[in-house]
């Protein structure tokens, strides 16, 4: 168990290419790779977004990425489905908006624009066991390097290498997962299933610049400076939350891991190759609103169902910023949002506080609010 911390201060591709190089040779990597074998490269694409805007995977880490395996021979494919329909036209789009067309152009690796998917089984999986994935997933065979963003999350509280296997559900099946599995517990458990079917050979976090604040996509860039890899996404994800201030086992996808024994419950118990997670610790990292509501257990258990439903956070839509487009509604796993002369609307009664919303908002126009008594 280890994790390698390289500090990476600018999207400049040599430099990138080097410090990437340096993380695939540290885990030998490369010997894994004949001339031919096909890499599939999984970045976080959660909307069509430019890259500055820090929710997605920034695409020269992608491409530094896609240079170093093809210099060994590798041929690269990278596939993602963000949230919203998953077909060949927002596919392009997405990849267009978020820098990846010109990418792939430049370094000359395929983007996955078929948008086939199918249903796969999770003979392990302890919360479920059969997924829909799409295809670049769904083929044993390829090696996978998942690349993530380093980010705050409404819901999960933080976004890395584990929660980024998410994107392999295509679009609008992540909703009905929602729906599904609609507490933090349950949907953690079925992330830790979904990353055991996959299990990336490679994990690597874009953390030059992350997000803070109401991640994942409307929170702020704030400058991190460090580039996180490891052979296990978990002990990327360990790192990169410590870095963000988080206690790892207050996460829920982590203490699940850490339940199944697939990581330690912190980073101090492993590895640490390279610089050390102290080295790029932001002390003033800010979270999203949802997160710290661990007070409850400080009350008696029969007062906490009362105190959490008083305290979750909700979605609220600033109604002068919504331009009625529907995106919302559409991601809705409980169908409780509506638009209505062009202002969408929310049902608070059938509302599960899983944010598919607030992310899938392009203006920004949901944020994450709490109930005063709880702000006092
Ligand atoms: S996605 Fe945002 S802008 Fe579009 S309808 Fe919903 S709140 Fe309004
Ligand atoms: S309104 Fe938003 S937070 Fe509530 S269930 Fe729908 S998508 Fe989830």
Known sequence: MSVFLAKQETYEIGSLCRALDAAFSAYRFYDRIAPGTRVILKPNLIMPSA???????????????????????????????????????????????????????????????????????????????????????????????????????????????????????????????????????????????????????????DGVVGMEGDGPTGGEPRNVGVLIASTSPYDCDLAGAEIIRFDPMTVPILKNAHERGLCAASAGEIEVLGAKVSDFAVADYRHAHSSDVDFLAHFPKFMRPALRKLTTPYPKIRKKDCVGCGKCAESCPEHTITVREKKAQIDYAKCIRCFCCHEMCPKQAIDIRRFSLFNL
């Open 51 to 205: 890259p500055e805007r820090a929710a997605v995977t920034h695409p020269n880490v992608v491409s530094a990425a896609a240079k170093c395996l093809m210099a060994h021979g590798a041929e690269v494919l990278v596939a993602e489905s963000g949230g919203g329909p998953y077909s060949p036209a927002a596919a392009k789009a997405s990849f267009r908006i978020c820098g990846y067309a010109a990418a792939a152009e430049q370094t000359d690796f395929s983007l996955y624009t078929e948008c086939k998917y199918r249903e796969v089984a999770l003979p392990a999986g302890k919360r479920c066991n059969t997924l829909t994935v799409i295809e670049p997933f769904a083929r044993p065979g390829d090696l996978i390097v998942d690349i993530a963003k380093l980010k705050t999350h409404g819901m999960m509280d933080y976004s890395g290498a584990v929660k980024n296997l998410f994107g392999a559900v295509p679009g609008l099946m992540k909703p009905e997962l929602h729906c599904r599995y609609p507490d933090r517990e349950s949907f953690a458990e079925m992330i830790v299933d979904l990353c055991e079917y996959i299990r990336p050979d490679f994990s690597i976090i």
